[in-house]
C-alpha cells in the first residue's frame, strides 16, 4: 500500500484503473440486463478506426484526440447496429458480428497505413491492442475522470427512464418515452466506458471490463440499484488489484492482469453468491433430495400402518435399510430428530423397530394431501 502511494506510475495506473473499473461496471450493468453483452465487443473493436483516426488528425500520439476519435468510430458502430436491426431482418448477433467485421477491419488497415508512414510518433500505437497501462500520465487520469463523471451523471439523470428500457422496453414505448433516444444514449455512453479502458486495457480485452464486473454483480442481488453498485465495486477493485499485482510482479502485462482479477470476482460470484452461487445450488439440491427421501420414508411406514389398521404399527428396521438401502438410516434419523418416529424393541430377537409418532401421523396425511393423495 505505501509503493501504491508514492511510485507514480503505480498511483496512476491503480486511479486510472479504478476509474476505468466503475464507469464499466455501472454501465455494463445495464449491457447485461439488455442482453447485450456482445456490445460491448463489437465497440471496443469498433474503436481501433478511431485510435488511427485521432492520431492522424492530431499528428502524434495524443490521448484526447485519440479517445475522442474512439468514441466517434464507436458511436458510429453502435448506431450502425441499430439501423440493422431496425430497418433489416437481421437479428442482433449478426448485426454485432457484421459491425465488428467492418469496423475493426477498417481499423488494421489504418493501423497499418500509419506504420508505413516512418512517423516517429507513431511509437506504441499499437498498444492500444493489448493496453499499455505504463503510459499514463496524470493528465490522462483527469481525462478518465472527466468521461466517469460524465457517465455517472447521466445514469443519475436518467436512472428510472434506463431502469424501465432494461427491463420492458415494451411498456416503455407504450408510456411514450423516446426509447430509440434512450437506446441511443445507453449505447454511446458504453462507449465511452469502453472509451476510457483502450490504454489500460486495449481493444481486445476490453469487452471483459465491460460485462465481468456486472456478471459478478448480478449473482449477488435482486435490486439493480445494489446491482450497479456491487458492479462499481468489482470493477475499481479488480482494477486496482490487478495494477497492484502486475507492478510487484516482474513481466506482467497490467491489462490482463486487471481482466483476471474481474474473472475471478466472476468465478467466485458464481460459487458462492447466497442465492445464485453453483455451490449453494448444489447443496440446497443435495438437501432437497434428502428432504424427499425421508418425505417417501415417512409416507411408507404411514401406508404400512394404515395397511395393518394400526397407527402405532412397528416397522422394523433391518427391513428399511433392506428396502431403502444405507440411505435409510439418515432419513429415519432425521425424521426421529423431528418427532415423527421413536425407535423401540418390539421384538428383541428381531431388533430395533421405527413406529410412528402422532405427530409423524398427521405429518405422512399432510404430505399425502399436498401430493393430491387420499390419506
Known amino acids: 500500500m505505501l509503493e501504491l502511494f508514492s511510485d507514480f506510475t503505480l498511483r496512476n495506473v491503480a486511479m486510472g484503473a479504478a476509474l476505468l473499473g466503475i464507469s464499466s461496471g455501472v454501465l455494463g450493468s445495464f449491457a447485461l440486463l439488455r442482453e447485450q453483452s456482445l456490445l460491448g465487443d463489437t465497440l471496443s473493436h469498433a474503436a481501433l478506426p478511431g485510435v488511427c483516426l485521432g492520431f492522424l488528425i492530431a499528428g502524434g500520439r495524443n490521448l484526447l484526440p485519440i479517445l475522442l476519435g474512439a468514441l466517434v468510430t464507436g458511436a458510429l458502430a453502435a448506431l450502425f447496429v441499430l439501423l440493422l436491426t431496425r430497418r433489416s431482418r437481421l437479428k442482433n448477433d449478426a448485426a454485432l458480428g457484421i459491425a465488428l467485421s467492418l469496423f475493426f477491419a477498417v481499423g488494421t488497415v489504418l493501423l497499418t497505413y500509419i506504420g508505413n508512414q516512418n512517423n516517429a510518433g507513431q511509437a506504441g500505437l499499437d498498444a492500444f491492442l493489448f493496453g499499455q497501462a505504463a503510459s499514463i500520465l496524470p493528465a490522462d487520469v483527469a481525462v478518465m475522470a472527466v468521461i466517469t463523471a460524465l457517465s455517472l451523471a447521466l445514469v443519475l439523470g436518467f436512472w428510472k427512464e434506463f431502469k424501465l428500457l432494461s427491463f420492458d422496453p415494451g411498456f416503455a414505448g407504450s408510456l411514450g418515452l423516446p426509447t430509440l433516444l434512450l437506446d ?60 497492484v499485482i502486475s507492478a510487484l510482479a516482474t513481466g506482467l502485462a497490467t491489462g490482463p492482469v486487471i481482466v483476471l482479477c474481474a474473472s475471478v470476482f466472476v468465478i467466485v460470484s458464481l460459487l458462492f453468491a447466497p442465492e445464485r452461487g453453483l455451490l449453494w445450488a448444489a447443496l440446497r439440491s443435495v438437501r432437497q433430495r434428502r428432504e424427499l427421501h425421508s418425505h417417501q420414508v415417512l409416507i411408507d411406514l404411514y401406508q404400512l400402518a394404515d395397511a395393518h389398521g394400526n397407527p402405532q404399527y412397528p416397522s422394523e428396521a433391518g427391513m428399511m435399510n433392506l428396502y431403502y438401502g444405507t440411505d435409510a438410516r439418515r432419513a429415519l434419523r432425521k425424521l426421529a430428530s423431528k418427532g415423527y418416529l421413536v425407535k423401540t424393541e418390539h421384538m428383541r430377537e428381531e431388533g430395533p423397530h421405527w413406529v410412528l409418532t402422532d405427530a409423524g401421523y398427521e405429518r405422512a396425511r399432510e404430505l399425502l394431501g399436498e401430493m393430491g393423495l387420499a390419506a
Open 184 to 243: 441511443i444514449i445507453m449505447t454511446v455512453m458504453i462507449a465511452l466506458a469502453i472509451v476510457i479502458g483502450l490504454q489500460l486495457v486495449g481493444v481486445v480485452l476490453m469487452a471483459a471490463m465491460v460485462i465481468a464486473p456486472a456478471a459478478a454483480a448480478r449473482q449477488w442481488t435482486r435490486r439493480l440499484g445494489a446491482m450497479v453498485t456491487l458492479a462499481a465495486v468489482f470493477g475499481a477493485l479488480s482494477g486496482v488489484v490487478g495494477a
